[in-house]
């Protein structure tokens, strides 16, 4: 698994680096930008006059010499306008399925039903033990991109898309395993509604060449996405030869989430970015949140006790229901390290980390800025209990870098590690505990809304 | 075998940024001249074909942009022909697609049809004749020359103009065929150049 992650960075790194990043920056990808020119023509006339009397008595009655002197002076005023639209159909972080009966029931990843609850011996780690699971297999995609395709005519909603990598996880052994980079997908979606959160069928056709050489012929019912959520179901078959070259025919059926993951519907494109629609309170890559225990550390902890919070993709989606304030989120991981205790044989630390922890709460707009406060108390269920409430004043000064000061309560109960990344990260006994704390928080690549900017409001105007 | 691997995984991206595109309806005319201009349109994309390097053909009636990226005073000329379901054409100045799409913004329209021909600043009528009317197979030449607050319009042999506008000279011409989805026009010999820089 790590190897596989090594090459599935290395390689896209790599053909940026060829490709140059100048022509395949992250923007001209993603935006398309237009430009209307203007040039406004002032025309003014200035008139002089110069009276020129001959000195001495000339009587009441005279000739006077005026000279008019009239400047004609044209000014010109060139301005440039930029418009700027959505280029791509879909842009994706991340997407995990887990996939059913692609090996027999107690050869499982054991991924779960998305595929990422992974046993936190195993998350992030190369060393899988099988296990007996209904949910077999997991498919991992990075970096997605759709970009349309007019083709047959121009039939509507195709596109052409690849992504970073793609990972399929048949079974717990990585002989079955099969991996992409950079495939290429071509994808048909065939609208069931076509408002936010958008329905469709999804018909695809995936070919791999490197590693792994293959065809993914898919189909999938999409819901989504609305704060880059999405939710698939997926059928389809794999044909391919895996990374250890074997040979395979796998039809598979699958239940998958993607976080970040922005569809757009082709009508959209022609809307500027200022004005579409957004569902969303707050969607970011990364919130980090360094914080200074109030109470809840132990004796003998390091001092002062200072521990932090990592919120890796957190999403909070406004819901239509006391002016838009009540929201509900989730993260793809949430991590919390409280607190580094000295003990004599081995530390211990005040660990606890969630995958797709659920969060509600309260959103307070201060007027139309991006100054808020959201109160929250948010759950992680898997790997073990987790649970937060806290406040955070948000104060989105600095585009995609809003900062926050945060206070809260987080209890944890707790869980065992043996073995795998987190033990080695970790490299201490996990306690579990029980909190409060001040912090500050710094949202990276991440938007704060305002409240004119959410849909609902849009509708009222 | 892997370095044909290797090739294709290397030109996966590339083909996906380029075969996919938000927007195909533009193309450009005349690219191999120190004037190109853009052409872009609304509508199906079949809608309007590049003839050659001069001249394009519009079916139906979509919103046709020939803009000059690099100047907005310019001196425009081309060659009308359409077929019978054609009733006229429309040809806005002095504004952009999007300013007229969204804001209203009609700038300066010559109306060149059935009927006559009509040149209009917003409300204000510029220009009204009967005797110069689309007809249709006959070819007419139509030329533009926009130069600070003025305007000239020249419609065969007839030169109208100038007019003086509030309008702000833009980039962009707007063709825009009057008729069913059955009309048809060539817009042929569409050259261009700037008057001022």
């Known amino acids: ?461 | 075998m892997a370095v044909a691997l290797f090739l294709l995984t290397l030109a996966t991206p590339i083909a996906v940024w380029q075969l996919g595109t938000s927007d195909p309806f533009r193309f450009w005319l005349n690219e191999d001249t120190t004037v190109p201009l853009r052409v872009w349109y609304r509508g199906e994309r079949t809608a309007v074909v590049k003839e050659n390097s001069h001249s394009i053909r519009i079916h139906g009636t979509p919103r046709v942009v020939l803009a000059d990226p690099s100047h907005t005073q310019v001196r425009m000329a081309m060659v009308l022909s359409g077929g019978g379901a054609l009733e006229g054409i429309r040809i806005r100045m002095r504004t952009t697609e999007h300013n007229l799409s969204t804001k209203g913004d009609e700038g300066i329209a010559l109306i060149f049809d059935r009927t006559g021909t009509r040149i209009v600043d917003g409300s204000t009528l510029l220009v009204q004749t009967d005797t110069l009317r689309y007809e249709p197979s006959r070819s007419l030449r139509i030329a533009v020359e926009h130069e600070g607050m003025e305007s000239r319009i020249a419609i065969g042999c007839s030169v109208f103009g100038p007019f003086r506008t509030r309008h702000p000279a833009t980039s962009q011409t707007i063709i825009e065929p009057l008729g069913s989805a059955d009309a048809h026009v060539l817009v042929s010999d569409i050259v261009a150049e700037g008057v001022s820089p």
């Open chain 1, 1 to 461: 698994m790590t190897q596989r992650a090594l090459v599935l960075l290395a390689l896209p790194i790599a053909v940026l680096s060829i490709e140059g990043c100048s022509t395949l920056s992250l923007r001209a990808i993603l935006t398309r930008t237009e430009q209307d020119k203007y040039t406004i023509t002032v025309r003014d006339t200035t008139q002089q006059t110069t009276y020129r009397n001959a000195p001495g008595e000339r009587g009441i009655i005279y000739p006077s010499d005026r000279a008019i002197t009239a400047t004609r002076r044209i000014e010109q005023y060139d301005s440039t306008t930029e418009r700027h639209y959505p280029n791509f159909i879909r842009f994706g972080a991340f997407e995990t399925v887990g996939l059913l009966a692609t090996a027999s029931s107690d050869r499982g990843v054991g991924g779960g039903i998305f595929g990422i609850y992974l046993d936190p011996n195993e998350a992030f780690s190369s060393e899988i033990r099988p296990k007996s699971a209904l949910l077999t297999g997991s498919l991992y995609r990075f970096g997605i991109l759709e970009m349309p395709l007019y083709w047959f005519d121009d039939a509507p909603t195709w596109s052409v898309g690849t992504s970073l990598g793609e990972i399929f996880q048949l079974e717990a052994n990585n002989s079955r395993a099969v991996v992409g980079v950079f495939p290429l997908y071509i994808r048909k979606r065939f609208y069931l509604r076509e408002e936010i959160p958008y329905v469709a069928v999804t018909a695809a056709a995936g070919f791999g060449f490197l590693p792994s050489q293959y065809l993914n012929l898919a189909g999938s019912l999409d819901v989504g996405s609305i704060g880059g959520l999405n939710i698939r179901t997926y059928a389809g078959l794999l044909i391919a030869r895996s990374i250890e070259q074997q040979s395979l025919v796998q039809p598979y059926l699958g239940l998958g989430t993607s976080v970040l993951d922005f569809l757009n519907h082709p009508r959209e494109l022609r809307r500027q970015w200022d004005d579409h629609e957004h569902s969303s309170w707050n969607i970011g890559a990364l919130r980090l949140t360094p914080f200074l225990l109030l109470s809840g550390a132990p004796a003998n902890s390091q001092q002062p006790s200072i521990g932090f919070q990592l919120q890796v993709a957190p999403t909070t989606i406004a819901l239509p229901i006391a002016d838009n304030r009540i929201c509900a989120g989730v993260d793809l991981f949430n991590v919390v390290f409280a607190f580094r205790q000295k003990q004599t044989l081995q530390d211990a630390v005040g660990f606890g980390y969630g995958v797709l922890p659920l969060r509600i709460g309260y959103w307070l707009p201060f007027g139309d800025s991006r100054l808020t406060v959201e109160s929250f108390a948010m759950y992680s269920y898997f790997p073990h209990s987790m649970w937060q409430v806290a406040a955070t004043l948000h104060i989105g000064a600095l585009e995609w870098l809003p900062v926050g000061i945060s206070v809260g309560y987080i209890s944890s109960a707790g869980f065992t590690v043996n073995r795998g990344t987190i033990r080695d990260v970790v490299d201490a006994t996990i306690l579990g505990f029980d909190i409060a704390y001040l912090g500050i928080s710094i949202g990276i690549a991440e938007e704060l809304f305002r409240p004119s900017q959410l849909r609902y409001n849009r509708a009222v105007q």
